[in-house]
């Protein structure tokens, strides 16, 4: 059964390079997984000077596309304010971005790929279905099953 998963913008860029590198772990991503880009993401890597890192095609909108809803907001906010403290305007909107990120992901049956876990595990006190992984385990997962023969 093929999960789906969405990269954070923290392990974006590692596993798109990793991916170009190394041909197998490119086939094993596309058989494992079907990616999909939290437009959260693309928000943080245009922010942030990132916007290199997307095409047009990765944004569009059959390419399954995740986008906070309105519930995602209202939920972002109480989740911030049950699990997290924020004393500044930038903790607030790191906070708030992973925060939408958690929602989206729980509630559309998506695994996060991320290498900020210390954050998302405040998060899943509030978003109990959210599932994540570090890139560190995502890749020992891909040696186990490169080491199975597998791909």
Known sequence: MTK???LDSNSFKEVRNQMG???RFAKYMTLFFSERLSIVVV???LRGGGGRLFERKDISADS???TPTKEDWFDAGCSIKAVKKVSTKEALRKATNDALIASVCSKNNVTL???NAVDFED???????LRYV????????YTMEKARGTI
Do not use: Y
């Open 4 to 6: 789906f998963i969405t």
């Open 21 to 23: 590198k190394d041909k």
């Open 43 to 45: 928000h943080e890597a």
């Open 64 to 66: 399954g596309v995740l």
């Open 113 to 115: 790929v991320t290498n």
């Open 123 to 129: 998060l899943k006190k509030h978003f109990k279905s």
């Open 134 to 141: 570090t890139v560190a385990q995502l890749m020992q997962e």
